[in-house]
């Protein structure tokens, strides 16, 4: 019932940028927080960043922290991730996901889960 939809991927040279977008739909689907994900060939999912929308200060991995940035839409069912200074070890598999209410680690355990949008970065 819960569809999340990343977009925005691509190739991109080292040191460039992307914005990635991820938008949630559901019947009645009210996000209480929306998280990136990113999973390179041969190595596990990692949590990249989150945010709640109840509280003002974004969640990163300290390998993204500086110059990745996570932000709400208008829509609070829109999530986007702002990726700069983009480097060959960014490459991989993002993925959106969402959860309906609180979670005891925001890095591990929500519901839904998009598609996955390839990230490509060159050297």
């Known amino acids: 019932q819960v569809q999340l939809v990343e977009s925005g991927g691509g190739l991109v040279q080292a040191g460039g940028s992307l914005r990635l977008s991820c938008a949630a739909s559901?019947?009645?689907?009210?996000?209480?927080?929306m998280g990136w994900f990113r999973q390179a060939a041969g190595k596990e999912r990692e949590f990249v960043a989150a945010i709640r929308w109840s509280r003002s200060i974004p969640m990163y991995a300290d390998s993204v922290k500086g110059r990745f940035t996570i932000s709400g839409g208008n829509a609070k069912n829109t999530v986007y991730l702002q990726m700069d200074k983009l480097r060959p070890e960014d490459t991989a598999v993002y993925y959106c996901?969402?959860?309906?209410?609180?979670?005891?680690?925001?890095?591990?355990?929500?519901?839904?889960w998009g598609q996955g949008t390839q990230v490509t970065v060159s050297s």
């Open positions: 996901a969402a959860t309906g209410g609180p979670l005891s680690d925001y890095t591990r355990g929500y519901e839904y």
């Open positions: 559901g019947r009645t689907f009210s996000p209480y927080a």
